[in-house]
């Protein structure tokens, strides 16, 4: 019983730290962004402001990524929780994402090049695709949607600044 505590224990330590190391690689994204976005369903298009926050937990485990934000008005206009982690058995990050309109969903996140990337199927409409660009000062998101993924329409893009 020792000595299977004793190997359950190391094999947790080692999945530990494979997961914190491929949790650095998403480092860069943490601290306090603000800026501006817009989004487009249909013919209307809504701007607003706010900020993301994300913050490294779990000792470097989860990352935990919190958007808010409003219209000209003060009325919130996409507000979102998500915590991104990495799936040690899959050998991809899992992005669980909670809407304040009651959506939720659980997509791969990936690293792209210099970019990440994340989406999602909406049954019988199409797919949505996002691509996140993120540096020392800036973060750049876009968002697109395709009814045949073979042909992309840009209905959401954020740009913010890091300010903490």
Same mark, same amino acid.
């Given at each position: 019983?020792?000595?299977?505590?004793?190997?359950?224990?190391?094999?947790?330590?080692?999945?530990?730290?494979?997961?914190?190391?491929?949790?650095?690689?998403?480092?860069?994204?943490?601290?306090?962004?603000?800026?501006?976005?817009?989004?487009?369903?249909?013919?209307?298009?809504?701007?607003?402001? &706010? *900020?993301?926050?994300?913050?490294?937990?779990? +000792?470097?485990?989860?990352?935990?990524?919190? #958007?808010? $934000?409003?219209?000209?008005?003060?009325?919130?206009?996409?507000?979102?929780?998500?915590?991104?982690?990495?799936?040690?058995?899959?050998?991809?990050?899992?992005?669980?994402?909670?809407?304040?309109?009651?959506?939720?969903?659980?997509?791969?996140?990936?690293?792209?090049?210099?970019?990440?990337?994340?989406?999602?199927?909406?049954?019988?409409? &199409? *797919?949505?695709?996002?691509?996140?660009?993120? +540096?020392?000062?800036?973060?750049?998101?876009? #968002?697109? $949607?395709?009814?045949?993924?073979?042909?992309?329409?840009?209905?959401?893009?954020?740009?913010?600044?890091?300010?903490?």
């Amino acid at each position: 019983l020792a000595a299977m505590s004793s190997i359950t224990f190391a094999q947790g330590a080692n999945q530990s730290e494979l997961k914190r190391s491929e949790m650095k690689k998403l480092e860069k994204m943490a601290g306090q962004w603000k800026g501006t976005s817009w989004m487009q369903q249909g013919p209307k298009r809504e701007t607003f402001t &706010g *900020t993301e926050t994300v913050q490294s937990k779990l +000792d470097g485990l989860a990352t935990l990524v919190e #958007g808010n $934000f409003a219209n000209s008005e003060g009325k919130v206009i996409h507000q979102t929780l998500a915590v991104l982690s990495y799936d040690e058995t899959q050998k991809n990050y899992r992005f669980a994402t909670y809407l304040a309109n009651g959506m939720t969903g659980v997509q791969e996140y990936k690293i792209v090049g210099d970019h990440f990337e994340w989406g999602f199927q909406i049954p019988n409409v &199409g *797919t949505v695709r996002y691509a996140v660009r993120v +540096d020392d000062t800036t973060w750049f998101e876009i #968002g697109e $949607f395709s009814r045949d993924a073979k042909t992309w329409m840009q209905n959401f893009e954020m740009k913010l600044t890091k300010v903490k």
